[in-house]
């Protein structure tokens, strides 16, 4: 009765940890959108649903192509879902960044559910809006390739930073309590793929760190060679 008591407050704890986080989320990219996105709306009414919901729905199905990587866990996968986030962010501001980055994985748990506990859902949504939000709000402040840039060098930064510490302080631990697992058995997961991986923060320094820095990159590379093109493509209303 003791362990059910236990894993009942632990369950709930993570649901009312993820709804402080989701709200708090959303506030600051209505916040970053009043400061930094400039003159009218691109999209409004139905088109604005229209594109987030396109964009959500191409990284929902992107979440279900993942790649496993040689320095990191098996439960460590990388996808270029934060791709049309990103894009979508580009054109219709933070807001919308955010809610296509919560739709997709509201699809993607639809579509295929979760395997880890909800943990790795919950940590997709949080790491890829430390990516899409400071990229998008840098770009907004001063449209041009530049702030394009170093809006993506700030947010493979910021997701790279903070999605490390996140993992080591709160994630990791998180998963292991709700599988049951003993830290030591997912660190030795890592150890197995790299010798230096030998606690909860060598594993975030070694495998989460340069997760987030490659997959930050790929999706920063991507999205300067598409945008442009899917503009003039996609949105023409705004020509």
């Avoid at 894009?87 to 395997?115: D, H, N, R």
């Avoid at 493979?156 to 631990?173: C, E, H, R």
């Amino acid at each position: 009765m003791g362990k059910l008591w236990n894993d009942v407050k632990g369950n709930v704890s993570f649901v009312l940890v993820c709804l402080l986080t989701f709200a708090a989320i959303f506030a600051l990219a209505k916040l970053f959108e009043k400061l930094f996105v400039k003159g009218r709306r691109k999209a409004k009414g139905a088109a604005y649903i229209a594109y987030v919901a396109m964009f959500s729905a191409i990284g929902g199905a992107l979440m279900l192509l993942e790649v496993p990587l040689f320095f990191a866990p098996s439960f460590y996968k990388m996808d270029l879902s934060e791709l049309p986030v990103l894009l979508c962010s580009f054109y219709l501001g933070p807001v919308a960044g955010v809610t296509a980055e919560f739709l997709k994985v509201f699809i993607k748990l639809l579509l295929k559910g979760t395997s880890t506990a909800f943990v790795g859902d919950y940590a997709n949504f949080v790491v890829g809006c430390c990516f899409v939000l400071p990229a998008s709000a840098i770009y907004h402040a001063h449209k041009s390739k530049r702030s394009a840039l170093l809006g993506m060098a700030a947010g493979t930064l910021a997701m790279a930073v903070f999605g490390s510490l996140f993992n080591a302080v709160y994630l990791i631990p998180r998963f292991a309590e709700l599988f049951g697992l003993p830290l030591e058995v997912i660190v030795g997961m890592g150890t197995k793929v790299n010798p230096r991986i030998v606690s909860v923060s060598t594993l975030a320094l070694y495998a989460v760190v340069p997760f987030n820095l490659l997959k930050g990159i790929c999706d920063s590379i991507l999205t300067f060679l598409l945008y442009k093109r899917l503009e003039k493509l996609l949105f023409k209303e705004d020509k």
